[in-house]
């Protein structure tokens, strides 16, 4: 029997951005919130401790922040005729676990999605006409608009200390940012980073080849920041210890670094670790949610009741907890009918390798998470895409995480792998070797979705998550594309060797090396019920006490990576809880 806890006002499942931020913004509305994270404390005096955290065989390799595989993981296929087989070591992504999740290890590239990529539907028919876009692509608006989103971007900006420079403030476009950026209502936070020599070498090539590049916006602290909730950041001394790690100097925006200095101090805010919630538990009806069980660390079930549950977990983890929980219609791709699981999409990152000739000295060791210079020419729809016929884009950056030895020794093809040969490449490349990203959008389709494994369950005995994933030709066509762009740049660059490195049609999604830990989708918002599973302000439409957070409500991805629009959805949906759900609890949009 389980164990019955006294009622809170809100529940937050997970706690990383998107909890950090609920936890905030309901607690300084008056409620009674309760943070459940099913990993364990971390914070930055531990998890940052400096000298402990510059190990990059615990980190980078052995994944200490990451979550264990071997007690819950999700199935991965191809397509509806393939079995699915468990993930059972990092590679393509690296889903985090503990408070923080995620956002405790990433690198702080900090976007904000152009205007017509939230409605990327009606915006391509009315440029290109409707059968632009082919069969079987799902692409729909987000039913939020880029107007309605800005003061959220905004905030999120604020709260990170995002260093950068604005290229359009309120309709005034300036010279030294990106020339394709949408208004913004003020300059960034912080000014942008300092380039590192390999940046200043890709801005020199670009900029003689007619683009205008421009300085990545990071949530890397160019300098000291107090945030609105009065929060602390140090600038960053460029370390090379940013993706895979704690920031010890407080200089990266995570959610140890920004919000919970404060939140945890609150009377009204409990936070639970070692808490998995298995299910949200639902009235007779099954129209209202009246809490959660979740297993707490001495293996018990437990159950929690609330009168408002917030998903706010990675991605697959909500995804596979509205499935679990029976919120919401399945996806069937057959029939094309049903909702949670629909539109999984992930991102395509390519990439050039650039040699420069020997003598050159680019001290690689000086790297910092996001620093460095980027141009959109060919990201979103800033480029005539008719006669290209494919839909989507890519951001072309460089820009230098660091220069560790294990994991960022980087050697020519076709070196051995070991032995003198290898070394000797290693101590040639190691201060002349760069690359050149294109970071790519995927779009949507009917045959790309998330559901509940029939084989393969977790520790607990429940179901894991299965995806079903493969490329297909609309982004392998728009890769190489954007790639050999890049390539024309590191050309520019007069290296000594480059290599574009793109997929061939007919390339399977493969799992074993790192791309991103972008994953979207299969939780997605829209005006539609019958297409998504949340409306615009990210309430569940069937059970309107539920809302769900986070890059499982974007109906695909776009070049950027997504923490940027998944914060500013958050506060955007923050605002309507407060001020409209609150005041009247029930559905915010009628269906």
Same mark, same amino acid.
């Given at each position: ?19 950090? !931020? ?28 400096? &000298?402990?955290?510059?190990d990059e065989l615990a980190f980078s390799v052995r994944g200490k922040l990451f979550q264990d595989l071997s007690k819950e993981t999700v199935t991965i296929r191809h397509s509806v005729s393939e079995q699915a087989v468990p993930y059972r070591q990092h590679g393509s992504f690296l889903m985090g676990n503990g408070v923080g999740g995620a956002g405790l290890h990433w690198n702080g590239l900090h976007w904000r ?20 876009i082919p069969d079987g692509m799902t692409i729909q608006d987000f039913g939020v608009t880029y107007e309605e989103l800005e003061p959220y971007f905004t905030q999120f900006e604020d709260v990170c200390g995002v260093s950068g420079q604005a290229g359009n403030i309120k309709g005034q476009k300036l010279d030294a940012g990106n020339r394709f950026e949408a208004p913004r209502s003020k300059e960034y936070p912080l000014?942008?980073?300092?380039? %590192? ?56 925006? *995570? ?5 919970? &200095? ?29 809490? %959660? ?8 079930? %437990? ?8 998903? *706010? ?13 029976? !919120? ?19 991102? =395509?990152?390519?990439? %050039? ?80 070797? =760069? ?137 955007? *949906? ?17 269906a």
């Open positions: 029997m389980a164990i019955k806890k006294e009622p809170v006002d809100v529940v937050l499942v997970g706690f990383g951005w998107t909890g950090a !931020i609920m936890g905030q913004e309901l607690t300084e509305a008056g409620l009674h919130v309760l943070a459940l994270e099913r990993g364990p404390m971390q914070d930055t005096a531990t998890e940052g401790k400096y &000298p402990n955290v510059a999605a152009f205007p017509e990529e939230l409605k990327i539907r009606s915006h391509y028919e009315e440029r290109y006409g409707k059968s632009f000014p942008a980073l300092k380039d %590192v020599h390999s940046a200043t070498l890709f801005a020199k090539a670009a900029t003689e080849l007619g683009y205008k590049p421009f300085p990545i916006p990071a949530s890397n602290a160019s300098g000291p920041y107090t945030n609105p909730y009065g929060v602390r950041l140090g600038p960053c001394n460029f370390c090379g210890f940013c993706e895979h790690y704690a920031c010890y100097l407080y200089s990266k925006a *995570s959610p140890q670094t920004t919000i919970l &200095p404060v939140l945890l101090r609150k009377p009204n805010f409990e936070l639970r670790t070692q808490s998995q919630v298995i299910r949200v538990n639902l009235d007779s009806d099954g129209k209202k949610a009246t809490g %959660v069980t979740y297993i707490d660390p001495q293996g018990r079930e %437990v159950e929690q009741p609330a009168s408002i549950v917030i998903m *706010s977990a990675f991605q697959m983890h909500n995804v596979r907890l509205l499935l679990l929980s029976k !919120i919401g219609k399945p996806y069937n791709p057959v029939t094309n009918e049903g909702v949670v699981g629909r539109n999984y999409a992930y991102q =395509m990152l390519t990439s %050039v390798s650039v040699m420069m000739p020997k003598g050159t000295t680019l001290n690689p060791f000086i790297g910092t998470g996001a620093g460095g210079q980027a141009i959109d020419d060919f990201n979103a729809d800033n480029f005539d895409h008719g006669p290209l016929g494919f839909i989507g884009g890519a951001n072309i950056n460089h820009h230098r995480s660091g220069g560790r030895p294990i994991k960022q020794a980087t050697v020519p093809a076709g070196t051995p792998s070991w032995g003198s040969a290898w070394k000797g490449a290693v101590q040639d490349s190691y201060q002349r070797a =760069m690359s050149i990203s294109s970071s790519g959008s995927v779009m949507s389709y009917r045959d790309s979705y998330l559901d509940l494994d029939p084989n393969y369950t977790d520790s607990n005995g429940q179901p894991l998550l299965r995806m079903t994933f493969n490329w297909h030709d609309n982004e392998i066509k728009m890769s190489q594309f954007t790639t050999n762009k890049a390539g024309e740049i590191a050309k520019a660059m007069n290296p000594e060797s480059y290599k574009v490195n793109t997929k061939k049609f007919g390339a399977n999604y493969d799992t074993r090396p790192y791309q991103t830990t972008h994953n979207t989708g299969g939780a997605i918002m829209g005006s539609d019920p019958s297409t998504s599973v949340v409306n615009r302000y990210l309430q569940c439409w069937d059970v309107p006490n539920v809302f769900v957070m986070g890059a499982c409500v974007f109906p695909q991805n776009f070049g950027y990576n997504p923490t940027g629009l998944v914060g500013a959805l958050t506060y955007w *949906s923050a605002k309507a809880i407060r001020e409209q759900y609150l005041k009247n609890p029930g559905p915010l949009v009628q």
